[in-house]
Structure formats: C-alpha cells, structure tokens
C-alpha cells in the first residue's frame, strides 16, 4: 500500500479563502516530507518542505504542519489565487519518495 | 535554463516497438530518479541513480525498462516491446543531498502514446 495518501481528491476554494491540504503518512520513521504542485502537462514543482524535527514551517504564502503523533501533515495556502489551481502531492522521502494520488485544487472566482 | 531536462515531450509508438528517453539532470545534483505518471494517480517511482550506479529499481519494473546513466550525467530510459499499458508520463527528477534533506526536482516529463 501507499505510504503517503490523501484526504480529499478535489477541493473547490473560492479565491481570496485559504485552502487547506491534508495527507497522512504510514511510516512513523519518516524522517522528511515535500510538498508538490502539479499543473497539467508539467512535471511537479517544488513548493515547500519539512523535517521531522520541525512542527511547522512557512513560506510565501504556504504553511506546512507536521504532527508526527497521528502521521499526518497539511499544507494551507493563504489567500488562494487562480494560479494556484493544481493537483497538490505530498512525499515521504523515506526510500525513494512515496506519492499518494494527489489532491486536485479547483479555484472559483 | 538550468533545470531538469526531458527528451521528447511527447512520444507516439506503435505497440512492439522500443522508445528511448532522455534526461539531463541539474549539473550539481548526483542523483536522478525515474518516475511513470497515469492519469490521476501520483508518480511511481521506477529506478534511481547515485552518480552512474544504478542503486535500485522498483519490483513493478518489468524486463522490459532498462535505464542507464553512463557517466553520472544525463540519463536513459528504453523501453523494449512497448505495451499499451506503457502509455504514461515518464517522469525524471533530481536531487543533491543526503538523507532527510533531499529535494526532487522534477522535469516536465516525456508523454508516451502506444497505439
């Protein structure tokens, strides 16, 4: 099985809202986690990382939580855009990076 | 540009017939990966290198994958006998770094269509 995985397929998010991610992991070792955006026909594009010995980290305008009690992490987007519209992934760097299905952020204006 | 490159963008083979790729990974970055993308599904990851070692490869690999990085630089993927079940994203990523701190940057991927 997967030892990466998320919550929801599809989020619709109103642009201006913030939008929140969530992904849990199986492998109570891993030890660092990324996460990625994709757009259609693109490869996935770095957008922030954490490592286990951190509980939060931010970015420009994306926040990572880890909580390494229950093995799940989320990523918040403030201020959602139209740009921001993407399949989101998170990975365990554990091995050789575990992908779940991904997550399809779909903004309306 | 000095990001990772994949080579072509879009392949279209008919069933039976051998496709190559190629990846020129970010100078610095010693090592590469492989990954295959279906429609609505996240990457799979198939092999990666350290420098030209060829260090693993997924089980889901079939004989039919083979992958080379002869001088710890650009990389190539053949497939033999493609099957339409081959049709994916081909997917190469790189990264320098060790252990907990290894970020993959990918390449936008080569699309393959088996007819």
């Known amino acids: 099985g997967e030892s990466v995985g998320l919550h929801l397929p599809t989020l619709s998010v109103q642009e201006g809202d913030n939008s929140i991610i969530n992904c849990a992991y199986s492998?109570?070792?891993?030890?660092?986690f990324i996460w990625y955006k994709q757009e259609s026909g693109k490869g996935p594009q770095f957008i922030i990382d954490i490592r286990s010995n951190m509980d939060k980290r931010q970015g420009q305008r994306v926040t990572v939580l880890l909580n390494k009690t229950v093995k799940h992490l989320s990523l918040q987007i403030a201020a959602t855009q139209p740009g921001d519209s993407a399949v989101y992934f998170c990975a365990d760097s554990w091995g050789k990076f575990q992908f779940g299905a991904g997550t399809q952020v779909v903004v309306t204006p | 540009d000095t990001g990772v490159s994949q080579d072509p963008r879009h392949k279209i083979t008919k069933r039976g017939q051998n496709v190559t790729f190629r990846c020129d990974p970010i100078s610095e970055h010693n090592r590469l990966y492989w990954y295959r993308q279906t429609l609505g599904q996240g990457p799979e990851f198939l092999t990666y290198?350290?420098?030209?070692?060829?260090?693993?490869k997924s089980r889901l690999l079939s004989d039919r994958f083979s992958a080379e990085r002869p001088k710890g630089s650009f990389s190539t993927l053949e497939i033999q006998r493609t099957e339409q079940g081959d049709s994916a994203m081909y997917l190469c990523?790189?990264?320098?770094?060790?252990?907990?701190?290894?970020?993959?940057?990918f390449g936008s991927g080569t699309q393959l269509s088996v007819l």
């Open positions: 990523a790189s990264s320098m770094g060790g252990r907990g701190n290894e970020k993959l940057f």
């Open positions: 492998n109570s070792a891993s030890d660092y």
């Open positions: 290198f350290q420098n030209e070692a060829q260090l693993e």
